[in-house]
C-alpha cells in the first residue's frame, strides 16, 4: 500500500538504528525498532480510492466515526472522529475550488469533545462548488500536534482529491449548506475518505 512521504521523518531513524542494531548484534532492540518503523508506516498509508459515480453525492473527507450529523442552523454539520487506526489523509468531498484557507492557531482538546470544533488547532477550507459554499475544517486533536494543508486558494478539486493529512488521531467537520442536501449519515457510522456517501445534493 502507498505510504505518503510524510512518513520519513517518522519510520526513517527507527529503521536505520534497528538495522545498526541487528548488526551489532542485539535482535529484540532491532525487533522493536523496525515495529515502530512498521506503526509509522501504517500511519501515513495514503490507498487509492475511487468515489461513486452518482455526481450528486458528497463523499466523507476523511475515515473514521460519525460523531455528529444535524442541521444547525443554516448548516447541516457532520463531524468525523479519527482514530490513531484510521487513514489520515483528508479528501475534498465535492467538485470544488478553494476559495480560502484558513488557519486558526488554538488549544488540543480531544477530538471527540464538542467544543473542539471551536476551540481547537484547525485549518478552515472554503470551497465553491455549482450547488453551493462547502466548508471542511481539519481540527487537530489531543494527540495530533499538526495540520497538513494541500489546499490553497483559487486551486481545483475533483471529489475525492487529497487536500490534506492531520497527523496521529483528530477529527474532520464538514460543513454543508442545509437547505440543499440530504443527509445520508447518522452518529455512530463508520465512513471512509473519498469513498462513503455522507449526502446527497438536493438538485442537479
Not at 488557519?103 to 482538546?109: D, S, V
Request: net charge positive; proline share 8%; hydrophobic share 45%.
Amino acid at each position: 500500500m502507498p505510504v505518503r512521504e510524510e512518513a520519513f521523518p517518522f519510520a526513517g531513524p527507527p529503521a536505520v538504528a534497528g538495522v545498526a542494531l541487528a548488526i551489532l548484534g542485539h535482535p529484540v532492540w532491532c525487533g522493536a525498532l523496525l515495529l515502530v518503523s512498521l506503526c509509522a508506516c501504517a500511519f501515513f498509508r495514503d490507498p487509492e480510492r475511487h468515489p461513486p459515480p452518482d455526481g450528486r453525492l458528497i463523499v466523507a473527507p476523511a475515515d473514521g466515526r460519525i460523531l455528529i450529523a444535524r442541521r444547525e442552523g443554516e448548516h447541516t454539520k457532520i463531524s468525523i472522529f479519527m482514530s490513531v487506526f484510521n487513514v489520515h489523509v483528508n479528501r475534498a468531498p465535492s467538485d470544488s475550488r478553494v476559495s480560502a484557507s484558513l488557519y486558526n492557531p488554538g488549544k488540543f482538546l480531544a477530538a471527540w469533545n464538542d467544543k473542539a470544533s471551536l476551540d481547537n488547532e484547525q485549518v478552515r477550507i472554503q470551497l465553491k462548488t455549482e450547488h453551493g459554499p462547502v466548508e471542511v475544517v481539519l481540527i487537530a486533536g489531543l494527540i495530533a500536534r499538526r495540520i497538513v494543508c494541500w489546499a490553497v486558494e483559487d486551486r481545483q478539486f475533483r471529489r475525492g482529491e487529497r487536500i490534506g493529512l492531520i497527523r496521529f488521531g483528530s477529527r474532520v467537520d464538514l460543513l454543508l449548506p442545509a437547505d440543499e442536501v440530504e443527509l445520508l449519515v447518522a452518529p455512530g457510522e463508520r465512513v471512509r475518505a473519498g469513498r462513503t456517501p455522507v449526502a446527497r445534493w438536493s438538485v442537479g
